[in-house]
C-alpha cells in the first residue's frame, strides 16, 4: 500500500512537471480592433483547458500589414499566431511564412468543408481553388452598408422622397437608388443638424479607397482579368462597363458625401455615423456589434443592408481574416493546438456571441442565427456575394498602384475614368512581367 | 613621485602591458584609439551604402528570399528617371520645400527681431513661441487634420470669418490646388520656432558697439538694418535655410499623418515615395536605387550650399 502510495504520488508529479514543461507562452498577432478583444475573452477558455499562456500583439489597421509583414519578411518569432489579411496567403505561403496545414487537419479531423465556401477560398488557400490550406477562417468578414432607419421612417422625409423619385425611402435595391438616397440627405437639416449622405471609403495611404471602390467597380462588371487567362487584363480591369463602374464612384463621393471626407477609411466612417453626420456608411461587418451597441445609433435606430446590385450582378467587397502558425515559431506545436481548439463548433458559437464572426457553417446554419442579432441575416446575404482583391505574393504592389490610381481619378479629380484603368492595367503588368507571370 | 592623473594611470598599467605599449609608435596609438570609431563608421554608415548600391543594380525583393536576384544594371535607374509619378513627387517635394523655407525665414527672421527688441514679458513669448516644436510631427499632423475638417475645423472657420461664405465648402486636405499649401502651413507652423531661434542667436551676436557707431554716423534704422543686421545674421539664416533643407526634404511623418499623400499623389513627397516602394511594394533593388539618387542629390545641394556659406562666413 505504502509503495503504490509513493508510486502514485511520484506519477502526478511526474506529470505535473511534464505539463508545466509544456506549458508555452504563445503570441497571437492581429489588428487592433474590437473583435481583436473579444479574442482574448474567447482565449481565457484555450489558456484554462490547455496551461498555455496567451499574449496578444494587435496593431491598428493602418499600420498593420507594414509592421506585421515585416516582421514575417525578418523571419522574426514574435508571433506564433498570425491572424493576417487574406492577401497575404499567397506572399505566406510561397514565402515560407505560414505552416502549411493540411496534414493536421487530417490528423484532427478538422475539414474546410465545415466553413463558408467563400472564406476558405479567401482566407485558407494557396493557389486559389486548390485543396492548399495555409490558414483556418477565423473571422468572416465583408463590406456593407449602414443605415439611419430612424431617418427613413420620418413621416415627412419619406413623403418629401416619394414625391421627388417616386419610390419609398427605403433599403436601395441598386447602387443607382443608393445614390439617389445619398443625395437626398446631402446638406439636409435634420433635427437642427447638417447631415450628409454616405460615408464611403477614400482613404489613400493603405488599402481603403481599393476595399470601397471595388463594391462599385464589381456590380458594374469589372473583373481582374481574363476568367479563361488570368493574367490577361486588359479589356478586363479597363472594361467599357468597369469604366462607368469607377465613374459611379466619383460620382458618388462628389455628391453625396461629407466635405473633407478625401481620407476617409473604418474609422472615420464609424466616426461620421455614430456622430449623425451621414445617414449611410460603407464599412465592414465587424463594426456592426458596436452600431448597435452605441447610445446615439444603436439599439433599433440603425439598419443594415448588403451592398447593392450594380447593372452587371451583385458583390460585395471580402474582408476578414484566417488565423495561420508562423513557420518561424518555436511553438509550433502549441500554437496548432490553438488552432484545434478554436475550430471547434462549440467555441466558434462562442465566438459569434462575443462579437466575432465565425464561419463556421455549424453556427452561420443554426436556425436561430439569423435572427440572434439585427445584422445577422445581412452578414448571411453580403457572405453570399463576397469577391476579393488579388491575393498574389506580389499584392502590395498591385493594391499600391491601385490606390494611387483611383484616389487620383476619384479625389484629386485628375484625368478620366478610362485614363485611371488603362494605367492601372500599365502598372499591374508591369508587376506582373516582374513576377514572370506574364 | 604620482603627480597626475597620467602618472597614476602609468603606474597602474601591469608590467607586460606596459612593456608592449611603450614600444609602440605614437602613430600606432592614435590608431589604436581611433580605430573603435572608424570601425563603427564602416558598419553603420558606409557598409549600407555600399551594399546600397549594390543592391540598386538588382531586382531583389527583401519579401522574395527564394527569388533568384538578377543584375539588372541600371535598368532601375533608368525606370525611376523615366517615371512621370516620380517627377511628380520631385515637384511636389520642390513646392514643399521651397515654401516652407521661404516662409519660416522670413517669419522666423521677422519673429526674432521683434523678440530681440527689450521688452517686457520678451522670455515669456519667447517660451510660447517655441511651442510648436517641441511637440511629435505625427501629433501636429493628427491635429492639423482637425483643424482643417471643413465642418469643424478652426482653420476654415478663421478664413471664412475674413473671406465670407461657408467654412464647409472647401476641404485643405481634399483638394488638389490646396492640399500643397496645407502642408506648407502646417510644417511652418510647426518649424518656424526653430528657425527663430537660430536667427535670434545670430542677431544677439552682433555687438551694440556696430549700432552705436553707426548711429554716431547718422546711419537710419533701415539703413543699418541692411548693412549691418542682415550681413552679420546672414551666416545664421543660411545655417537655418541648411537645416530646414535637409529636414524638409526627408518629410514623411507629419505629411503621412495629415493627408496620406493624397489627394491622388499631390502631396506624396520623395521620402513617402521611398518608403511605400522599400517597406510597402517591397521592390528593394528599385528602392535602392532610388535611395542612391535621393542621396546624391541631397549631398550634391548641401556641398554646394556648404561652400557658400563659408564664402558667406569668411567675408
Request: proline share 5%.
Amino acid at each position: 500500500m505504502k509503495t503504490q502510495l509513493k508510486l502514485s504520488v511520484a506519477t502526478a508529479a511526474v506529470m505535473a512537471v511534464s505539463g508545466a514543461a509544456s506549458a508555452e507562452d504563445l503570441t497571437l498577432c492581429w489588428a487592433s480592433w474590437d473583435p481583436a478583444n473579444a479574442l482574448i475573452e474567447l482565449s481565457k477558455d484555450f489558456e484554462e483547458k490547455s496551461g498555455h499562456t496567451m499574449n496578444f500583439e494587435f496593431v491598428p489597421w493602418p499600420n498593420f500589414a507594414d509592421r506585421m509583414l515585416n516582421e514575417l519578411n525578418s523571419g522574426g518569432k514574435l508571433c506564433d499566431l498570425m491572424i493576417g489579411d487574406s492577401q497575404w496567403i499567397g506572399g505566406g505561403a510561397e514565402n515560407g511564412h505560414y505552416v502549411k496545414l493540411n496534414d493536421f487537419f487530417d490528423a484532427e479531423g478538422i475539414t474546410m468543408d465545415d466553413f463558408i465556401p467563400a472564406t476558405v477560398t479567401g482566407y485558407a488557400e494557396w493557389p486559389k481553388n486548390t485543396p492548399n490550406y495555409w490558414a483556418l477562417p477565423a473571422f468572416g468578414d465583408v463590406v456593407g452598408w449602414t443605415y439611419r432607419k430612424d431617418w427613413f421612417e420620418r413621416p415627412e422625409l419619406q413623403a418629401e422622397f416619394k414625391e421627388k423619385y417616386g419610390r419609398d425611402l427605403d433599403v436601395p435595391n441598386s447602387l443607382d437608388e443608393l445614390k439617389d438616397i445619398a443625395q437626398f440627405f446631402q446638406g439636409r437639416d435634420i433635427d437642427g443638424t447638417t447631415v450628409y449622405g454616405a460615408a464611403i471609403y477614400t482613404e489613400r495611404g493603405s488599402e481603403g479607397i481599393t476595399m470601397g471602390v471595388t463594391n462599385a467597380l464589381y456590380n458594374y462588371g469589372f473583373e481582374y482579368g481574363n476568367p479563361d487567362s488570368p493574367y490577361e487584363l486588359d479589356g478586363f480591369v479597363n472594361s467599357e462597363d468597369a469604366v462607368a463602374g469607377l465613374e459611379f464612384y466619383k460620382d458618388l463621393y462628389d455628391t453625396a458625401t461629407p466635405p473633407g471626407s478625401s481620407n476617409w477609411y473604418m474609422g472615420e466612417n464609424i466616426d461620421a455615423y455614430k456622430s449623425g453626420q451621414v445617414a449611410l456608411q460603407m464599412n465592414f461587418a465587424f463594426i456592426w456589434p458596436g452600431v448597435e451597441a452605441d447610445a446615439n445609433v444603436g439599439g433599433g435606430k440603425s439598419g443594415y443592408f448588403p451592398n447593392p446590385a450594380g447593372p452587371n450582378g451583385q458583390f460585395a467587397q471580402l474582408g476578414g481574416q484566417g488565423i495561420s502558425v508562423v513557420s518561424y515559431s518555436d511553438k509550433q506545436d502549441a500554437a496548432l493546438e490553438y488552432i484545434k481548439w478554436f475550430a471547434q463548433p462549440e467555441i466558434q458559437s462562442r465566438w459569434w456571441e462575443l462579437g466575432g464572426y465565425s464561419a463556421l457553417k455549424a453556427v452561420v446554419e443554426d436556425p436561430g442565427f439569423a435572427t440572434s442579432q439585427p445584422y445577422a441575416q445581412t452578414f448571411l446575404d453580403s457572405m453570399a456575394i463576397v469577391k476579393d482583391f488579388w491575393a498574389e505574393p506580389a499584392y502590395a504592389e498591385l493594391l499600391l498602384a491601385m490606390q494611387q490610381r483611383v484616389h487620383d481619378y476619384v479625389i484629386a479629380g485628375n484625368g478620366t475614368a478610362e485614363e485611371a484603368l488603362n494605367g492601372l492595367v500599365d502598372d499591374w503588368t508591369e508587376t506582373f512581367e516582374d513576377e514572370g507571370k506574364i | 613621485m604620482i603627480h597626475t592623473p597620467m602618472d597614476k594611470i602609468a603606474k597602474a598599467t601591469p608590467e607586460p602591458m606596459a612593456r608592449k605599449v611603450r614600444g609602440l609608435s605614437d602613430r600606432t596609438i592614435a590608431w589604436i584609439f581611433v580605430a573603435p570609431s572608424i570601425f563603427l563608421l564602416l558598419a553603420v554608415n558606409i557598409f549600407p551604402l555600399i551594399w546600397t548600391i549594390r543592391l540598386s543594380f538588382t531586382n531583389y525583393k527583401v519579401n522574395r528570399p527564394n527569388r533568384e536576384i538578377d543584375f539588372v544594371g541600371l535598368r532601375n535607374y533608368e525606370r525611376i528617371l523615366t517615371d512621370s509619378d516620380t517627377w511628380m513627387t520631385m515637384q511636389a517635394t520642390a513646392h514643399f520645400l521651397i515654401w516652407t523655407i521661404v516662409l519660416q525665414v522670413l517669419i522666423g527672421f521677422a519673429l526674432a527681431y521683434l523678440l530681440n527688441m527689450k521688452f517686457k514679458g520678451n522670455d515669456m513669448w519667447t517660451t510660447i513661441i517655441v511651442f510648436p516644436m517641441m511637440l511629435s510631427p505625427a501629433v501636429v499632423g493628427n491635429f492639423w487634420t482637425f483643424l482643417y475638417q471643413p465642418q469643424i475645423g478652426l482653420f476654415n472657420y478663421v478664413v471664412t470669418f475674413f473671406t465670407g461664405g461657408d467654412p464647409s465648402s472647401f476641404s485643405m486636405i481634399g483638394d488638389v490646388h490646396l492640399a500643397p499649401w496645407a502642408i506648407v502651413i502646417a510644417d511652418t507652423w510647426m518649424w518656424t520656432p526653430f528657425v527663430m531661434l537660430i536667427c535670434l542667436a545670430g542677431l544677439r551676436s552682433i555687438p551694440d558697439s556696430i549700432y552705436e557707431a553707426a548711429e554716431c554716423d547718422r546711419a537710419s534704422k533701415w539703413r543699418q538694418f541692411w548693412t549691418i543686421t542682415i550681413p552679420m545674421a546672414l551666416p545664421f539664416l543660411m545655417l537655418a535655410v541648411l537645416f530646414r533643407g535637409i529636414e524638409n526634404f526627408k518629410m514623411f511623418d507629419l505629411v503621412v499623418q495629415l493627408t496620406g499623400g493624397g489627394p491622388g499623389n499631390t502631396t506624396t513627397l520623395t521620402s513617402i515615395d521611398l518608403k511605400r516602394e522599400a517597406f510597402e511594394k517591397w521592390r528593394t533593388g528599385y528602392s535602392s536605387a532610388y535611395a542612391v539618387i535621393l542621396f546624391v542629390t541631397v549631398f550634391g545641394l548641401a556641398s554646394i550650399y556648404v561652400k557658400a556659406l563659408n564664402k558667406v562666413k569668411e567675408r
